[in-house]
């Protein structure tokens, strides 16, 4: 039975050993691994630095874990990576090398992304261009990221990348710091794309703003931004003295906000709106967003003053009502006019005369509707009379309401409008206490001008009437108080001088006379006089001949000598005369080519007074208008000012507008 034990000792015995085993190499492997592990990193990384090529990043990513190496990168071609491969398999101690080396390849599209992986995690991943390192593109990255921001960079290199790729991508990555982990940037070519939930309303709108202005050379493609959530969607309308609205809280989307500014506008009727919402979600799935808006904008609209609220899923008014009736109205509106969901909240009103007091009447296509306030109905009948006759092809709409306080002449002053309105393609005629104003289309110009004119008249007395009437398909001109202020804008940077002695402009002119004739052009009522300058004084004196545009005042004779020019020696004027008189034919009138007498072309007389020349300023100011003149203004819309106007040397040229 002894011998028994003595086997089974030998047979198992080395199991004994194991524990010793094992706590040897768990000494020594935590000791013998490091130094393992670092030697290989930095043979490596000779290998590595041996990949780059003058002023540029290595294009090979080598880290060692352990025994193995993990390599990553793109080859200019497949020499060089052949031979990176070889120098890492030689390294002594090596087990293993995982990973693959590509080569750079032209990206077509050339797309580039950056995915938010975690709060301070950014994943790159897609082409990045292979003039930019890795190391080299974190460190134009690094000033938009977050503090304390890593990047996990997998992105391959190719050529192909747009010239602005660098600031496009510190853009693109900024606008993940908006955005909740899982969002998306993208560049495809010259397009960025963004994709994600906003971090906050605050946020949202930032980056809104942001990509107003899209990265140079880039265009904006698909911008998916999911609103924040919020713990509690309100919404609120606030009408202020004059109908301007104020928007505040919370819409769904970027299209409800378009479509709720519309409305408001038509609301507002001119007086103005402040948009100070932002798009979040956490509206009750019970309630319709569109349904809530319309619901709170008919409740604004029965305001004078006042504020429409929506929050803790109910909507309440406080201000002052349209009128008496708007009371009862907004009262029943609130009790069954609801959208589901909605609870009616307070409803604290009050009524004052209206101010100020609004009546309009709208011309379209097929109808004309009468809207604001008339003071009685009989007021309203008899407006109503008036427009029957002249309107008689069109529906007669009446969205007219009751209330005290219209201004004497009321029925006047519309009646006035509604025979001008007649006459008008389209219009529409709005009153404001005494003040009535016409918009709207003719067909002819002259009767535009007539209407504008005529209208003001036409109204009772201590009323103010306007027109704007334009004329479809012809363009009309700035006011003349805009064209004014575009003419105080054409002084030249410095004095345009002439040339001492000269009329004949320099180039340096050109471009300013050309600014001044598409001036000219742009407003075709404004009349111009152009002013000359003297020269300084010991400046040589003026030529005999004129030397510009401009034509010489003095007659030529037919030999095209000056006919002020002295007689030749030898022979005195008589004798000049009595010469000419010995050839008859020369004093005849030409024969045109039909037959008829041509023009007389006959040179003046020699001792007929001759004009006195232009002084030199006056040249100077002539050869200005002559070139304006050739640039297509009329002849009615630009002199020369009188020469004893002439502007001193130092000033040179001027221009000034003239009644």
């Not at 309203?380 to 092809?393: C, E, S, T, V």
């Not at 003297?534 to 005999?544: F, T």
């Not at 080519?593 to 040249?619: I, N, S, V, W, Y």
Request: charge should be neutral; hydrophobic fraction near 45%; aromatic fraction near 4%.
């Amino acid at each position: 039975m002894s011998a028994f034990p003595s086997a089974l000792i030998r047979r198992t015995g080395w199991l004994v050993g194991l524990p010793g085993l094992a706590a040897i190499l768990g000494v020594a492997v935590p000791l013998v691994t490091p130094p393992l592990e670092a030697r290989l990193d930095a043979e490596a990384g000779a290998v590595v630095r041996g990949t780059a090529r003058a002023g540029a990043e290595p294009w090979l990513r080598v880290t060692a874990r352990g025994r193995d190496l993990v390599i990553l990168g793109e080859a200019p071609d497949a020499a060089a990576r052949d031979d990176a491969l070889a120098r890492l398999a030689a390294l002594p101690g090596l087990r293993r090398i995982d990973g693959t080396l590509g080569l750079v390849e032209t990206a077509a599209p050339f797309v580039w992304t950056a995915t938010r992986t975690g709060p301070d995690r950014i994943a790159l991943t897609g082409n990045r261009p292979a003039e930019i390192g890795p190391h080299a593109l974190a460190d134009r990255l690094a000033p938009a990221l977050p503090a304390g921001t890593r990047l996990d960079d997998t992105a391959h290199a190719a050529y192909g990348a747009p010239a602005e790729f660098g600031p496009a991508a510190m853009e693109a990555v900024s606008a993940l710091k908006a955005l909740q982990p899982g969002a998306r940037a993208e560049l495809a070519d010259t397009r960025l794309s963004i994709h994600g939930e906003a971090i906050s309303t605050e946020d949202e709108a930032r980056l809104r703003a942001a990509l107003a202005t899209p990265p140079a050379g880039f265009s904006l493609g698909t911008i998916e931004i999911l609103p924040a959530k919020v713990p509690d969607f309100s919404f609120g309308l606030a009408r202020a003295t004059g109908g301007a609205l104020t928007l505040t809280g919370h819409v769904v989307s970027e299209t409800a906000r378009a479509a709720l500014r519309a409305r408001a506008a038509e609301i507002a009727e001119g007086a103005g709106i402040l948009d100070e919402t932002h798009t979040a979600r956490g509206l009750d799935a019970r309630i319709d967003p569109a349904g809530l808006t319309a619901f709170a904008l008919r409740l604004v609209a029965l305001l004078q003053e006042g504020g429409v609220t929506f929050a803790h899923g109910a909507m309440a008014v406080t201000g002052i009502a349209l009128d008496p009736q708007a009371v009862d109205e907004i009262a029943a509106l609130l009790r069954d006019g609801r959208p589901a969901g909605v609870e009616a909240g307070p409803a604290t009103l009050e009524t004052r005369p209206l101010k100020p007091y609004r009546v309009q009447l709208r011309r379209e296509a097929d109808s004309v509707t009468l809207g604001g306030h008339v003071p009685d109905a009989a007021t309203r009948d008899r407006i109503l009379a008036a427009l029957r006759p002249r309107f008689f092809r069109e529906r007669i709409i009446d969205r007219s309401r009751v209330a005290e306080g219209a201004p004497d002449g009321l029925t006047g002053a519309l009646e006035a409008g509604i025979a001008t309105l007649a006459v008008l393609a389209r219009g529409e005629v709005r009153v404001a206490d005494r003040a009535l104003t016409l918009t709207g289309d003719s067909l002819y110009p002259e009767s535009a001008r007539r209407i504008e004119a005529d209208l003001p008249r036409a109204l009772p007395a201590g009323w103010r009437g306007e027109a704007a009437i334009a004329v479809p398909g012809v363009a009309t001109g700035p006011a003349p108080e805009a064209c004014a202020a575009r003419f105080t804008e054409l002084e030249p940077p410095q004095a345009l001088r002439f040339v001492p002695g000269s009329a004949t402009p320099t180039a340096a002119f050109y471009p300013f006379l050309d600014t001044v004739a598409a001036w000219a052009k742009a407003c075709p009522t404004g009349r111009i006089a152009v002013t000359g300058h003297a020269d300084p004084a010991g400046a040589a004196a003026p030529k005999p001949v004129l030397d510009s545009a401009v034509e010489s005042t003095a007659s030529v004779d037919a030999k095209g000598t000056d006919a002020k020019a002295p007689a030749k020696p030898g022979k005195t004027k008589p004798e000049a005369a009595k010469s000419e008189a010995a050839k008859p034919e020369a004093t005849k009138p030409a024969k045109a080519a039909d037959g008829k007498a041509a023009p007389d072309k006959t040179p003046a007389k020699a001792d007929a007074p001759a004009e006195p020349e232009p002084d030199l300023p006056r040249q100077r100011a002539l050869a200005l208008v002559d070139y304006l003149l050739q640039a297509g203004l009329p002849p009615d819309r630009v002199t020369a000012d009188p020469a004893t106007q002439a502007r001193p040397p130092a000033e040179g040229i001027g221009l000034a507008l003239r009644p």
